[in-house]
């Protein structure tokens, strides 16, 4: 079945002990994303990738690191995490960011994140 | 900045009611038009989208959008609700502009009565 998954899905913890969200997508994507949502502002974007080893800041990049080493997964790692990036966070991707960026996203479950 | 704007963040109607869901952006050039849908407990996933020709686009479950250029719109309708349209929505637009990287509005949480 063609997905995105990432994990955990729920995660508790304290301010400042490193955490990391896999996510990875099965479909070949070259195209990959991060979204926080928050209520009332919709979802931002973290961070984005168009292919391996080429990954670019979003809107709000700020305590957030990614990698792309391969395909298939794209981590969002919070190295010191603090209570305001409580949040909501989705992984998205897509065949391509090119050809006018009018391919869908697909996205992953969500990863429920508290910090306190 | 450019700005997608949704003007209603909650809606409640009753079955068989008809509905529209507003969106605006603010940038005037050339522009992709999307309409995602979460419902509860489940993933992201697009009703529909625009990026040329009729700029009446029809989508899934009977979803149809209707881009006005000269608005800067792209409003979401659905003649006639159903429960199962519980959900919130979201509509998001890309361009040049934006490197083609979604920019999306705050979302309208639709609730529908029984």
């Known amino acids: 079945e063609a997905q995105v998954t990432q994990n955990p899905r729920y995660l508790i913890t304290v301010t400042g002990k490193k955490l990391t969200v896999t996510c990875s997508q099965n479909?070949?994507?070259?195209?990959m994303s991060w979204y926080r949502q928050d209520p009332g502002l919709g979802l931002r974007q973290i961070y984005y990738?168009?292919?391996?080893?080429?990954?670019d800041k979003g809107d709000v990049p700020e305590g957030y690191k990614v990698s792309r080493k391969e395909k298939r997964n794209f981590p969002l790692i919070l190295e010191s995490p603090s209570p305001n990036q409580t949040s909501l966070y989705f992984c998205?991707?897509?065949?391509?960011?090119?050809?006018?960026?009018?391919?869908?996203?697909?996205f992953g479950p969500g990863t429920r994140l508290t910090v306190t | 900045a450019q700005s997608v704007s949704q003007h209603n963040h909650h809606v409640i109607l009753s079955e068989a009611a008809s509905l529209e869901l507003g969106c605006n952006y603010s940038?005037?050039?050339?522009?992709?038009l999307f309409w995602y849908v979460q419902y509860p407990g489940q993933h992201l996933q697009l009703l529909l989208k625009y990026f040329s020709g009729d700029p009446l686009v029809k989508g899934i479950k009977g979803f149809e959008a209707e881009f006005i250029k000269s608005k800067f719109s792209f409003n979401l309708r659905k003649p006639s609700v159903q429960w199962s349209d519980t959900a919130e929505y979201f509509c998001?637009?890309?361009?040049?502009?934006?490197?083609?990287?979604?920019?999306w509005g705050a979302g309208t949480k639709l609730i529908i009565k029984p």
């Open positions: 479909m070949n994507h070259e195209y």
């Open positions: 998001a637009v890309n361009g040049l502009w934006s490197n083609y990287q979604l920019i």
């Open positions: 990738s168009m292919n391996v080893e080429v990954t």
């Open positions: 998205a991707s897509s065949l391509s960011s090119l050809a006018g960026g009018s391919y869908e996203q697909y």
């Open positions: 940038y005037g050039g050339t522009v992709n």
